[in-house]
């Protein structure tokens, strides 16, 4: 993975990182998933718990950012 060519799209719990990555894959968009804190963990280092980032391909990111938004107003309303 070029990190360059990935974008941070939503940072948040393990249960709204699971789900958009869920609504994404549907799309046959493809996120990366990023824990700080269990790669800290096996590191030796800490980190911030509740800090989980998901990335997109750069060249996905508008399409994806439609689904993340549209996903997190529909949590917002419930």
């Known amino acids: 993975m070029e990190e360059e ?4 799209i939503y940072t948040g719990p ?9 609504r994404l894959e549907e799309v046959n968009i493809y996120p990366i998933v990023k824990d700080n804190l269990s790669s800290g963990t096996w590191g030796g280092f800490g980190g911030v718990p509740g800090l ?15 689904i993340v938004d ?6 917002n309303q419930d």
């Open 5 to 8: 060519d990935y974008k941070r």
């Open 52 to 66: 989980i980032q998901l990335f997109v391909h750069q060249d996905e990111y508008e399409k994806a950012k439609l």
């Open 14 to 22: 393990t249960v709204i990182i699971k789900m958009l990555q869920s």
């Open 70 to 75: 549209d996903a997190l107003k529909n949590i």
